[in-house]
């Protein structure tokens, strides 16, 4: 009995600094975030690693803040590329009900019928997001998604290792630098770059761009350390590498751990993406997904998450709420003149294409010499020498015999 | 009787066998064999011949990885099994203690040894040396990771087979004139050489086949088999059909390799 009251003193102060800390976030008072709770609801949501304010001591829990207040259970999963959920969804294994895909491969899902058209009765926050993330090119009616993030992808570099100044993505070719150069390891960033610094645009079709834009990837790589994704983190910020390209959000996270960094945003234009909530076909609570969504464009929430993860937000109010210091950053919030004439957000190119630069991409990976012969070589050395052994077993076989 | 009740106690193993390794292998030659409309193709294994420079260089550091891991294995573990019992469980012990770590972790822990601001070049730098720039994001780099995870694969059966040999055959072929090397070459290598075989192919198949060691610390532009057919399910390139056929051809040669080293390894017993 003395223990059980004991527990339960214990249970009882663990949970004042929660209620506390809960008492901070505010949501809007007139949408009613109770109508499951207690319904024993499971909401399956999946997220880029590192992506939203959880797990964090310094930033509020957002999906325990969302089922203290409605009720429902947030099972939160995270993936690290748009592929990797592409396959999840496709092979039928996930059950998810919230999804946040980049810009081109929402369009590759809309058109592939892998999501929901949204009921914005129950997100009256939408109307919380910039104008000018409405209608976007992968969602042109805006039926099926509601920006969460944004960014673009700058040059990131160590002052100490780089002594010029930087404004143009030539830098990433410059022989000076070899061996401390890194580069985007998929290939739909790593083009991006290299059709830009020749003044192509990223979504181009055509062939022979797309194989110019080959040709300096592979004359870069005899340069470049390595191609990195996450992994830039630590080469950055230990100082391993001195110049890379990587999102402008994360780019901030970096000069956060390394004052030596410093940023550029290129002269010839950047990619712009745009990352949105979704909800796929397969999804099992609609409503309660949407709520979730709405939640999250909750002017609190969006605060704590774009300030947790260094992107920019598309929400008004969320950005209101920012210090000055952060607003007035050209890297999180570059001026509208170069964000309508010099950056460009991918769009799901056609089958062929993706199949091209797919071809592309292993070419430059890939050691150049074609050693086709070479195998055969080996797999007839390798039968010639099985059937050689086992004549020479069976004569001996026969000498024993003797 | 007698085999009614063996076959009993084995039919849980089979069971499994069957439900997660026979048919995980009939859909990967489904897949294989077939277009994303489900129609019979042979065009994904005509595709892997684009891998084949890959699929080389992922059996040429796989090789070179099982060399040295026989080379530095064969030794140690002739030593452990010459020692008194109870060192040996110590040593043993000693030897799988980094196994209790996480396999990725303990990958990650190089990256940041041998990165060119990495502890080693700091400690280097201490005595004046270096800094040395190309430790990392190479092929020396992937082998290394390869030798360091999978030594104790080499070690254990090997040490397990060697326990067996009795001192007495050994100091029989010294009394009859053998001198050291010839103990080892003679006596020693025929008697384990079971054991070099399992060691052999515990450490070649998940060598030819790892993903994780090459990307971390190939640095992304040393891509092995194994990455190529990762990134066909869950990266940048998703096609499970070509996955499939290219997860086959990396099956065929892997029993391929195993079947000729087989062979040598009975030649070795015939021949004694």
């Known amino acids: 009995m003395k223990f059980k009251a004991f527990a339960a003193c214990l249970a009882a102060a663990c949970m004042i600094p929660a209620l506390t800390a809960n008492a901070f976030v505010e949501v809007s008072k007139d949408y009613d975030y109770k109508r499951f709770d207690g319904k024993g609801l499971t909401l399956n949501v999946a997220n880029w690693g590192e992506y939203m304010s959880v797990n964090s001591d310094e930033s509020l829990d957002v999906n325990n803040e969302f089922e203290t207040l409605t009720g429902i259970k947030v099972n939160y999963k995270t993936y690290s590329t748009n592929e990797e959920l592409y396959a999840k969804l496709m092979s039928g294994g996930a059950d998810y009900d919230v999804i946040i895909p980049s810009d081109y491969m929402i369009s590759r899902m809309i058109k592939e019928n892998m999501l929901q058209k949204l009921d914005f009765e129950n997100i009256p926050n939408f109307s919380l997001i910039d104008k000018k993330f409405l209608n976007p090119s992968y969602d042109p009616t805006n039926e099926y998604s509601v920006p969460y993030m944004w960014g673009i992808v700058c040059i990131i570099y160590n002052t100490k290792m780089v002594a010029d100044k930087i404004d143009s993505w030539n830098a990433l070719w410059d022989e000076k630098y070899k061996g401390n150069i890194l580069m985007f390891n998929n290939p739909r960033d790593a083009f991006g770059i290299a059709l830009i610094k020749n003044g192509f645009s990223l979504n181009t079709e055509d062939k022979s761009e797309l194989q110019k834009a080959a040709e300096d990837l592979k004359e870069q790589k005899k340069i470049v350390q390595s191609y990195v994704m996450d992994e830039i983190f630590d080469k950055m910020e230990g100082g391993s590498a001195a110049i890379a390209p990587y999102y402008a959000g994360d780019a901030v996270t970096m000069m956060e751990e390394n004052p030596d960094l410093s940023y550029c945003i290129p002269k010839e234009g950047t990619n712009k993406f745009v990352d949105a909530v979704c909800i796929p076909t397969a999804a099992q609570h609609k409503e309660a997904a949407e709520m979730y969504i709405n939640f999250l464009n909750e002017p609190e929430i969006a605060y704590a998450n774009c300030t947790y993860i260094g992107y920019s937000t598309p929400n008004t109010a969320a950005y209101e709420l920012l210090d000055d210091e952060i607003k007035n950053n050209p890297l999180q919030y570059p001026d509208d003149e170069y964000l309508q004439n010099k950056t460009e957000a991918f769009k799901d190119l056609s089958d062929g294409t993706n199949e091209y630069t797919k071809q592309l991409w292993n070419e430059v990976k890939a050691s150049s010499s074609n050693s086709w012969v070479l195998m055969l070589i080996f797999l007839i050395l390798a039968v010639v020498l099985s059937i050689y052994i086992n004549i020479r077993r069976a004569k001996k076989k026969k000498q024993d015999a003797f | ?272």
Not at chain 2, 223 to 247: K, R, V
């Open chain 2, 1 to 272: 009787m007698e085999s009614t009740k063996t076959k009993l106690i084995a039919s849980p193993y089979i069971i499994w066998m069957a439900i997660f390794i026979v048919v995980p292998l009939c859909l990967v030659i489904g897949f294989a064999f077939t277009t994303k409309d489900g129609k019979f193709t042979i065009e994904n294994i005509a595709i892997t011949a684009e891998y084949v420079p890959v699929l080389l260089r992922s059996m040429w550091l796989a090789v070179i990885s099982t060399a040295i891991c026989l080379i530095i294995g064969f030794p140690v573990s002739f030593i452990i099994s010459r020692l008194m019992p109870n060192r040996q469980g110590m040593l043993l012990t000693l030897l799988l203690l980094p196994m209790w770590i996480n396999f990725l972790l303990r990958t990650y822990a190089w990256m940041t040894l041998l990165e060119s601001n990495g502890l080693i070049n700091k400690f280097l730098g201490l005595f004046g040396i270096g800094p040395f720039d190309n430790m990392l994001n190479n092929q020396g780099a992937i082998v290394l990771g390869m030798v360091y995870n999978y030594l104790p694969f080499m070690i254990l059966p090997l040490y397990s087979v060697m326990t067996k040999i009795d001192e007495s055959i050994i100091e029989a072929a010294q009394d009859l004139g053998a001198n050291y090397i010839k103990v080892i070459f003679k006596v020693v290598i025929p008697l384990s050489i079971q054991g070099i075989y399992t060691g052999v192919t515990m450490v070649f198949v998940p060598s030819i086949s790892t993903f994780i060691i090459s990307r971390m610390l190939g640095g992304g532009s040393n891509d092995l088999i194994g990455d190529i057919i990762e990134q066909q399910f869950l990266g940048n390139s998703y096609n499970p059909h070509l996955g499939s056929a290219l997860a086959l051809v990396l099956m065929v040669i892997v029993l391929l390799v195993m079947s000729l080293f087989n062979q040598f390894g009975n030649e070795e017993n015939i021949a004694i």
